[in-house]
Protein backbone atom coordinates (compact mmCIF):
# COMPACT_ATOMS: atom_id res chain seq x y z
CA UNK A 1 0.00 0.00 0.00
CA UNK A 2 1.41 3.48 -1.18
CA UNK A 3 1.78 6.00 1.24
CA UNK A 4 3.15 9.79 1.60
CA UNK A 5 5.56 10.82 3.40
CA UNK A 6 7.62 14.41 3.73
CA UNK A 7 11.73 14.54 3.94
CA UNK A 8 13.33 17.60 3.13
CA UNK A 9 10.23 19.90 1.98
CA UNK A 10 9.92 17.39 -0.74
CA UNK A 11 7.02 14.48 -1.05
CA UNK A 12 7.94 10.39 -1.45
CA UNK A 13 5.60 7.79 -2.04
CA UNK A 14 6.74 5.04 -0.35
CA UNK A 15 5.34 1.51 -0.32
CA UNK A 16 7.28 -2.08 1.21
CA UNK A 17 5.49 -4.18 -2.11
CA UNK A 18 7.27 -3.37 -5.59
CA UNK A 19 4.13 -4.04 -7.10
CA UNK A 20 2.81 -0.58 -6.14
CA UNK A 21 4.68 1.24 -8.61
CA UNK A 22 5.32 1.05 -12.86
CA UNK A 23 2.19 -0.66 -13.32
CA UNK A 24 2.99 0.04 -16.94
CA UNK A 25 5.78 -1.84 -16.66
CA UNK A 26 6.10 -5.54 -15.90
CA UNK A 27 9.75 -6.13 -15.95
CA UNK A 28 10.80 -3.41 -13.88
CA UNK A 29 8.33 -4.22 -11.43
CA UNK A 30 9.62 -7.82 -11.28
CA UNK A 31 13.08 -6.53 -10.89
CA UNK A 32 11.91 -4.21 -7.82
CA UNK A 33 10.15 -7.41 -6.31
CA UNK A 34 13.42 -9.10 -6.51
CA UNK A 35 15.82 -7.00 -5.41
CA UNK A 36 13.10 -5.98 -2.15
CA UNK A 37 13.00 -9.52 -1.48
CA UNK A 38 16.80 -9.99 -1.19
CA UNK A 39 16.89 -6.48 0.54
CA UNK A 40 14.55 -7.76 3.31
CA UNK A 41 15.96 -11.27 3.02
CA UNK A 42 19.90 -9.57 3.74
CA UNK A 43 18.63 -7.50 6.94
CA UNK A 44 16.74 -10.52 8.35
CA UNK A 45 19.91 -12.62 8.68
CA UNK A 46 22.11 -9.53 9.96
CA UNK A 47 19.45 -8.97 12.65
CA UNK A 48 19.62 -12.83 13.59
CA UNK A 49 22.93 -12.98 13.46
CA UNK A 50 23.56 -9.72 15.57
CA UNK A 51 20.50 -9.95 18.05
CA UNK A 52 22.05 -12.13 20.74
CA UNK A 53 25.04 -10.47 21.18
CA UNK A 54 23.57 -6.90 21.36
CA UNK A 55 19.73 -6.91 22.38
CA UNK A 56 19.06 -3.67 21.54
CA UNK A 57 19.21 -3.78 18.11
CA UNK A 58 15.80 -3.78 16.01
CA UNK A 59 15.31 -4.33 12.26
CA UNK A 60 14.20 -1.49 10.55
CA UNK A 61 11.11 -1.70 7.72
CA UNK A 62 12.16 -1.59 4.30
CA UNK A 63 10.51 1.00 2.05
CA UNK A 64 11.26 1.66 -1.58
CA UNK A 65 10.14 5.26 -3.57
CA UNK A 66 9.47 5.56 -7.36
CA UNK A 67 11.30 9.38 -6.98
CA UNK A 68 13.82 9.78 -9.53
CA UNK A 69 16.74 9.98 -7.41
CA UNK A 70 19.92 7.80 -7.37
CA UNK A 71 19.73 8.07 -3.57
CA UNK A 72 18.86 5.99 0.10
CA UNK A 73 17.92 7.29 2.94
CA UNK A 74 18.17 6.30 6.62
CA UNK A 75 15.17 8.34 7.92
CA UNK A 76 14.82 9.93 11.58
CA UNK A 77 17.17 6.03 12.69
CA UNK A 78 13.44 4.09 12.05
CA UNK A 79 13.41 3.16 8.86
CA UNK A 80 14.97 3.28 5.42
CA UNK A 81 14.21 4.48 2.03
CA UNK A 82 15.46 3.12 -0.93
CA UNK A 83 14.90 4.98 -4.52
CA UNK A 84 14.00 2.15 -7.26
CA UNK A 85 15.84 4.61 -10.10
CA UNK A 86 19.10 4.22 -8.05
CA UNK A 87 18.70 0.22 -8.36
CA UNK A 88 17.66 0.12 -11.71
CA UNK A 89 21.32 2.99 -12.77
CA UNK A 90 22.72 0.75 -10.94
CA UNK A 91 22.21 -2.25 -13.08
CA UNK A 92 22.34 -0.57 -16.32
CA UNK A 93 25.89 0.36 -14.99
CA UNK A 94 26.89 -2.92 -14.60
CA UNK A 95 25.61 -4.25 -17.52
CA UNK A 96 27.39 -1.80 -19.37
CA UNK A 97 31.29 -2.41 -17.50
CA UNK A 98 30.89 -6.42 -16.68
CA UNK A 99 30.83 -7.64 -20.35
CA UNK A 100 32.11 -10.67 -21.51
CA UNK A 101 34.95 -8.70 -23.49
CA UNK A 102 36.44 -7.22 -20.13
CA UNK A 103 36.33 -10.74 -18.27
CA UNK A 104 37.23 -12.42 -20.96
CA UNK A 105 40.49 -9.86 -21.30
CA UNK A 106 41.52 -10.40 -17.88
CA UNK A 107 40.66 -14.12 -17.56
CA UNK A 108 37.72 -13.15 -14.48
CA UNK A 109 35.60 -15.44 -13.69
CA UNK A 110 35.86 -17.57 -16.86
CA UNK A 111 33.78 -20.69 -15.34
CA UNK A 112 30.56 -18.61 -14.95
CA UNK A 113 28.86 -17.06 -17.53
CA UNK A 114 28.25 -13.07 -18.12
CA UNK A 115 24.68 -13.28 -17.04
CA UNK A 116 25.58 -14.76 -13.76
CA UNK A 117 28.48 -12.51 -12.90
CA UNK A 118 26.20 -9.23 -13.44
CA UNK A 119 23.42 -10.90 -11.75
CA UNK A 120 26.08 -11.90 -8.71
CA UNK A 121 26.99 -8.40 -8.73
CA UNK A 122 23.52 -7.02 -8.43
CA UNK A 123 22.50 -8.95 -5.51
CA UNK A 124 25.71 -7.26 -3.17
CA UNK A 125 25.09 -3.75 -4.39
CA UNK A 126 21.35 -4.78 -2.82
CA UNK A 127 22.89 -5.96 0.55
CA UNK A 128 25.55 -2.96 0.63
CA UNK A 129 22.87 -0.74 0.29
CA UNK A 130 20.67 -1.84 2.96
CA UNK A 131 23.21 -2.63 5.22
CA UNK A 132 25.47 1.09 4.72
CA UNK A 133 21.72 2.08 5.93
CA UNK A 134 21.11 -0.37 8.45
CA UNK A 135 24.43 1.40 9.83
CA UNK A 136 23.51 4.95 10.03
CA UNK A 137 20.42 3.36 12.14
CA UNK A 138 22.33 0.94 14.32
CA UNK A 139 25.52 2.94 14.63
CA UNK A 140 23.54 6.26 16.27
CA UNK A 141 24.31 9.22 13.42
CA UNK A 142 20.65 10.62 12.98
CA UNK A 143 20.24 10.36 16.90
CA UNK A 144 23.99 12.14 17.13
CA UNK A 145 22.82 14.74 14.06
CA UNK A 146 19.87 15.59 16.14
CA UNK A 147 21.81 16.57 19.24
CA UNK A 148 24.73 17.70 18.57
CA UNK A 149 27.02 19.66 15.76
CA UNK A 150 30.72 20.63 14.87
CA UNK A 151 31.97 23.92 15.33
CA UNK A 152 33.69 26.00 13.01
CA UNK A 153 36.77 25.25 14.81
CA UNK A 154 36.22 21.10 14.75
CA UNK A 155 35.31 21.03 18.03
CA UNK A 156 31.75 18.95 18.90
CA UNK A 157 29.34 20.86 21.31
CA UNK A 158 25.60 20.36 21.99
CA UNK A 159 22.75 22.37 20.06
CA UNK A 160 20.48 24.45 21.32
CA UNK A 161 17.01 23.21 22.48
CA UNK A 162 15.35 23.97 19.17
CA UNK A 163 16.40 22.13 16.50
CA UNK A 164 18.10 24.62 13.79
CA UNK A 165 17.23 25.13 10.35
CA UNK A 166 20.34 23.52 8.91
CA UNK A 167 19.28 19.97 10.27
CA UNK A 168 17.65 19.49 7.17
CA UNK A 169 18.82 20.29 4.26
CA UNK A 170 18.40 19.29 0.53
CA UNK A 171 20.59 16.22 -0.63
CA UNK A 172 22.53 17.58 -3.03
CA UNK A 173 25.58 19.12 -2.08
CA UNK A 174 25.71 22.18 -4.34
CA UNK A 175 22.48 22.80 -2.59
CA UNK A 176 23.34 22.35 0.86
CA UNK A 177 26.30 24.89 0.31
CA UNK A 178 23.41 27.57 -0.57
CA UNK A 179 21.20 26.84 1.86
CA UNK A 180 23.26 26.74 4.16
CA UNK A 181 25.36 29.91 3.20
CA UNK A 182 23.10 32.22 4.41
CA UNK A 183 22.75 30.65 7.97
CA UNK A 184 26.20 29.42 9.03
CA UNK A 185 30.40 30.40 8.62
CA UNK A 186 31.82 28.81 5.55
CA UNK A 187 34.03 27.37 8.66
CA UNK A 188 30.77 25.48 9.93
CA UNK A 189 29.71 24.51 6.91
CA UNK A 190 32.91 22.89 6.18
CA UNK A 191 32.88 20.62 9.22
CA UNK A 192 29.44 19.76 9.39
CA UNK A 193 30.37 18.49 5.53
CA UNK A 194 33.02 16.46 6.98
CA UNK A 195 31.14 15.59 9.76
CA UNK A 196 28.26 13.62 7.15
CA UNK A 197 31.36 12.26 4.87
CA UNK A 198 32.72 10.73 8.49
CA UNK A 199 29.17 9.02 8.66
CA UNK A 200 29.51 7.68 5.76
CA UNK A 201 32.47 5.87 5.71
CA UNK A 202 31.96 4.39 9.29
CA UNK A 203 28.44 3.34 7.29
CA UNK A 204 30.83 2.05 5.12
CA UNK A 205 32.94 0.19 7.03
CA UNK A 206 30.82 -1.57 8.97
CA UNK A 207 28.24 -2.12 5.30
CA UNK A 208 31.56 -4.26 4.19
CA UNK A 209 32.72 -6.12 7.34
CA UNK A 210 29.25 -7.03 7.64
CA UNK A 211 29.25 -8.58 3.40
CA UNK A 212 32.55 -10.30 4.01
CA UNK A 213 31.21 -11.85 7.72
CA UNK A 214 28.03 -12.60 5.56
CA UNK A 215 30.16 -14.57 3.00
CA UNK A 216 31.87 -16.41 5.04
CA UNK A 217 28.76 -17.59 6.47
CA UNK A 218 27.84 -18.62 3.57
CA UNK A 219 30.79 -21.13 3.20
CA UNK A 220 29.79 -22.94 6.24
CA UNK A 221 25.81 -22.38 5.50
CA UNK A 222 26.75 -23.95 1.76
CA UNK A 223 29.39 -26.23 2.74
CA UNK A 224 31.72 -24.85 0.35
CA UNK A 225 35.22 -27.29 -0.11
CA UNK A 226 37.38 -24.93 -1.96
CA UNK A 227 36.81 -21.96 0.36
CA UNK A 228 39.55 -19.91 -0.95
CA UNK A 229 38.23 -19.84 -3.98
CA UNK A 230 34.77 -19.16 -4.00
CA UNK A 231 35.84 -16.45 -1.52
CA UNK A 232 37.74 -15.11 -4.29
CA UNK A 233 35.25 -14.98 -6.80
CA UNK A 234 32.78 -13.54 -4.54
CA UNK A 235 35.48 -10.99 -2.94
CA UNK A 236 35.55 -9.77 -7.05
CA UNK A 237 31.66 -9.62 -7.26
CA UNK A 238 31.73 -7.79 -3.78
CA UNK A 239 34.22 -4.90 -4.95
CA UNK A 240 32.90 -4.93 -8.57
CA UNK A 241 29.33 -3.63 -6.77
CA UNK A 242 30.89 -1.59 -4.32
CA UNK A 243 33.15 0.41 -7.43
CA UNK A 244 29.67 0.05 -9.05
CA UNK A 245 27.59 2.05 -6.37
CA UNK A 246 30.12 4.69 -5.54
CA UNK A 247 30.62 5.88 -8.97
CA UNK A 248 27.07 6.16 -9.00
CA UNK A 249 27.27 8.92 -7.07
CA UNK A 250 30.20 11.22 -8.91
CA UNK A 251 28.17 10.68 -12.62
CA UNK A 252 30.74 7.70 -12.97
CA UNK A 253 33.89 9.74 -12.68
CA UNK A 254 36.23 7.56 -11.39
CA UNK A 255 39.44 9.31 -12.17
CA UNK A 256 38.49 12.95 -12.09
CA UNK A 257 41.43 14.34 -10.81
CA UNK A 258 39.64 17.77 -10.76
CA UNK A 259 36.97 16.44 -8.09
CA UNK A 260 40.02 16.74 -5.30
CA UNK A 261 39.77 20.37 -5.23
CA UNK A 262 36.25 20.05 -3.54
CA UNK A 263 37.13 17.86 -0.81
CA UNK A 264 35.53 19.16 2.08
CA UNK A 265 32.17 20.46 0.44
CA UNK A 266 30.67 17.52 -0.59
CA UNK A 267 28.12 15.91 1.17
CA UNK A 268 29.51 12.18 0.42
CA UNK A 269 33.31 11.56 0.11
CA UNK A 270 35.30 11.41 -3.04
CA UNK A 271 33.98 7.67 -4.35
CA UNK A 272 37.73 6.60 -5.09
CA UNK A 273 38.13 7.68 -1.03
CA UNK A 274 35.36 5.30 -0.41
CA UNK A 275 36.62 2.35 -2.45
CA UNK A 276 40.07 2.75 -0.96
CA UNK A 277 38.55 2.43 2.94
CA UNK A 278 36.78 0.16 1.62
CA UNK A 279 39.85 -2.15 0.66
CA UNK A 280 41.25 -1.09 3.86
CA UNK A 281 38.25 -2.57 5.85
CA UNK A 282 38.28 -5.95 3.58
CA UNK A 283 42.11 -6.29 4.21
CA UNK A 284 41.76 -6.64 7.60
CA UNK A 285 38.28 -8.51 8.04
CA UNK A 286 40.11 -10.91 5.37
CA UNK A 287 42.98 -11.83 7.50
CA UNK A 288 40.63 -13.12 10.26
CA UNK A 289 40.04 -15.85 7.88
CA UNK A 290 43.15 -16.26 5.86
CA UNK A 291 46.20 -15.69 8.21
CA UNK A 292 48.53 -17.19 5.46
CA UNK A 293 49.73 -14.01 3.68
CA UNK A 294 49.91 -15.49 0.05
CA UNK A 295 46.37 -17.07 0.86
CA UNK A 296 45.15 -13.79 1.04
CA UNK A 297 46.80 -12.01 -1.85
CA UNK A 298 45.58 -14.83 -3.69
CA UNK A 299 42.05 -14.02 -2.15
CA UNK A 300 42.45 -10.55 -3.34
CA UNK A 301 43.73 -10.89 -6.48
CA UNK A 302 40.79 -11.37 -8.78
CA UNK A 303 39.16 -8.40 -8.03
CA UNK A 304 42.44 -6.52 -8.24
CA UNK A 305 41.95 -7.00 -12.39
CA UNK A 306 37.91 -6.96 -11.99
CA UNK A 307 37.62 -3.40 -11.08
CA UNK A 308 38.43 -1.37 -13.80
CA UNK A 309 36.91 1.57 -14.90
CA UNK A 310 37.81 3.04 -18.98
CA UNK A 311 37.86 6.87 -19.30
CA UNK A 312 39.20 8.02 -22.65
CA UNK A 313 39.57 10.96 -21.12
CA UNK A 314 41.83 10.42 -19.00
CA UNK A 315 44.62 9.11 -21.35
CA UNK A 316 47.66 10.16 -21.19
CA UNK A 317 47.06 10.78 -17.30
CA UNK A 318 46.19 7.65 -15.91
CA UNK A 319 46.24 4.14 -17.77
CA UNK A 320 43.66 2.70 -19.31
CA UNK A 321 41.75 -0.53 -17.60
CA UNK A 322 43.13 0.09 -14.08
CA UNK A 323 41.40 0.53 -11.15
CA UNK A 324 39.55 3.28 -10.60
CA UNK A 325 40.43 5.15 -7.08
CA UNK A 326 43.94 6.77 -8.39
CA UNK A 327 42.57 9.77 -7.26
CA UNK A 328 42.58 8.35 -3.79
CA UNK A 329 46.29 7.87 -3.19
CA UNK A 330 47.09 11.63 -4.14
CA UNK A 331 48.20 13.48 -1.29
CA UNK A 332 45.19 15.86 -0.96
CA UNK A 333 43.23 12.43 -1.12
CA UNK A 334 45.32 10.85 1.83
CA UNK A 335 44.84 13.64 3.45
CA UNK A 336 41.51 14.19 3.66
CA UNK A 337 41.06 10.65 4.88
CA UNK A 338 43.01 10.88 7.80
CA UNK A 339 40.90 14.16 8.46
CA UNK A 340 37.46 11.85 8.02
CA UNK A 341 38.88 8.82 9.98
CA UNK A 342 40.32 11.33 13.27
CA UNK A 343 36.45 13.29 12.80
CA UNK A 344 34.64 9.66 13.46
CA UNK A 345 37.19 8.72 16.20
CA UNK A 346 36.18 12.20 17.72
CA UNK A 347 32.55 12.07 17.96
CA UNK A 348 33.07 8.45 19.31
CA UNK A 349 32.51 9.12 22.77
CA UNK A 350 29.52 11.15 21.90
CA UNK A 351 28.60 8.87 19.42
CA UNK A 352 28.60 5.56 21.88
CA UNK A 353 25.55 6.17 23.52
CA UNK A 354 23.43 6.15 20.43
CA UNK A 355 24.92 3.13 19.13
CA UNK A 356 22.73 -0.29 18.69
CA UNK A 357 25.41 -2.16 17.26
CA UNK A 358 28.44 -1.85 15.79
CA UNK A 359 30.91 -4.95 14.01
CA UNK A 360 33.59 -3.14 13.60
CA UNK A 361 36.87 -3.06 15.18
CA UNK A 362 37.63 0.97 16.19
CA UNK A 363 40.94 2.37 14.43
CA UNK A 364 43.80 2.46 15.86
CA UNK A 365 45.85 5.58 16.23
CA UNK A 366 48.09 4.60 13.65
CA UNK A 367 45.54 3.55 10.88
CA UNK A 368 44.31 7.32 11.26
CA UNK A 369 48.10 9.19 10.36
CA UNK A 370 48.60 10.69 6.74
CA UNK A 371 51.35 7.97 5.26
CA UNK A 372 53.30 9.76 2.40
CA UNK A 373 53.89 6.07 1.28
CA UNK A 374 50.35 6.05 -0.29
CA UNK A 375 50.72 9.09 -1.95
CA UNK A 376 50.98 7.22 -5.76
CA UNK A 377 49.99 9.96 -7.63
CA UNK A 378 50.53 14.07 -7.93
CA UNK A 379 47.28 16.16 -7.57
CA UNK A 380 46.99 16.40 -11.36
CA UNK A 381 46.86 12.66 -11.94
CA UNK A 382 50.58 11.81 -12.35
CA UNK A 383 52.59 9.01 -11.83
CA UNK A 384 55.20 10.20 -8.78
CA UNK A 385 56.40 6.95 -8.83
CA UNK A 386 55.74 4.34 -11.25
CA UNK A 387 52.56 1.78 -10.86
CA UNK A 388 51.66 -1.31 -12.38
CA UNK A 389 48.82 -1.84 -13.79
CA UNK A 390 46.67 -4.84 -11.83
CA UNK A 391 44.74 -5.95 -15.02
CA UNK A 392 47.89 -6.34 -17.10
CA UNK A 393 50.90 -6.09 -15.29
CA UNK A 394 52.78 -3.25 -17.23
CA UNK A 395 53.76 -0.07 -15.87
CA UNK A 396 52.47 2.18 -18.47
CA UNK A 397 51.17 5.54 -16.21
CA UNK A 398 52.98 9.16 -17.06
CA UNK A 399 55.54 9.73 -14.97
CA UNK A 400 55.07 13.54 -13.25
CA UNK A 401 58.13 15.74 -15.14
CA UNK A 402 60.59 17.62 -13.00
CA UNK A 403 60.53 20.87 -11.66
CA UNK A 404 61.95 22.90 -13.95
CA UNK A 405 65.11 24.68 -12.46
CA UNK A 406 64.90 27.93 -11.81
CA UNK A 407 68.23 30.24 -11.56
CA UNK A 408 67.41 33.43 -9.40
CA UNK A 409 68.71 36.42 -10.98
CA UNK A 410 72.04 36.87 -9.68
CA UNK A 411 74.06 33.51 -8.81
CA UNK A 412 78.01 34.36 -7.83
CA UNK A 413 80.21 30.80 -8.21
CA UNK A 414 80.79 30.26 -4.94
CA UNK A 415 76.33 30.37 -4.10
CA UNK A 416 74.37 27.30 -3.62
CA UNK A 417 73.24 25.92 -7.02
CA UNK A 418 69.69 26.64 -8.19
CA UNK A 419 69.19 22.98 -8.41
CA UNK A 420 69.17 21.54 -5.13
CA UNK A 421 72.41 19.93 -4.70
CA UNK A 422 73.77 21.73 -2.16
CA UNK A 423 77.17 22.08 -4.06
CA UNK A 424 78.45 25.45 -5.00
CA UNK A 425 77.25 26.83 -8.59
CA UNK A 426 81.12 26.51 -9.94
CA UNK A 427 81.52 23.17 -8.71
CA UNK A 428 78.10 21.56 -9.33
CA UNK A 429 78.13 18.18 -11.66
CA UNK A 430 74.98 19.52 -13.24
CA UNK A 431 76.86 21.59 -15.29
CA UNK A 432 74.93 24.63 -15.72
CA UNK A 433 78.22 27.09 -14.28
CA UNK A 434 80.37 25.91 -16.92
CA UNK A 435 77.31 26.13 -19.68
CA UNK A 436 76.46 29.79 -18.96
CA UNK A 437 80.03 30.57 -18.89
CA UNK A 438 80.84 29.74 -22.03
CA UNK A 439 78.09 31.62 -23.40
Partial sequence: MIKEVKLDGQKYRI??????????????????????????????????????????????????????????????????????????????????????????????????????????????????????????????????????????????????????????????????????????????????????????????????????????????????????????????????????????FDNNAGADFSKLNHLDKATHPLPSIRMAYAEEIADVCLQKYFGNENELREVESEWLRMVCDIEPDQKGIVDLGQVFYFTAYTEKAQRHLCKLKHRITDIHDSLEQYQLANSVDKLEDADMEYMPEFVWFSDDGKSLRGWTNPATGNNTAQKAKPKPIVKAEKIGPNDPCPCGSGTKYKKCDCGRYRSERNK
Fill in 15 to 248: STIGRDFFAENIVKQANLEIALGIMNNCLDVVFDLTKPSFPKVFRPPLYVTDKKEWNAMAVNGAYIIVCAELLFQAAQLINQRYTRELLGKYGILDEYTTEEVQSNIRVYIWRYIVLHELYHIWNGHSAWKSKYKVNKHGEIVEKATEPEETDSVPYESECVVEYAKKRISQEELTQHQITEQSFEIDADSSAVCMLINLLMYDCVSKKVIDKQKYVKDQMACIMAALATVFCL
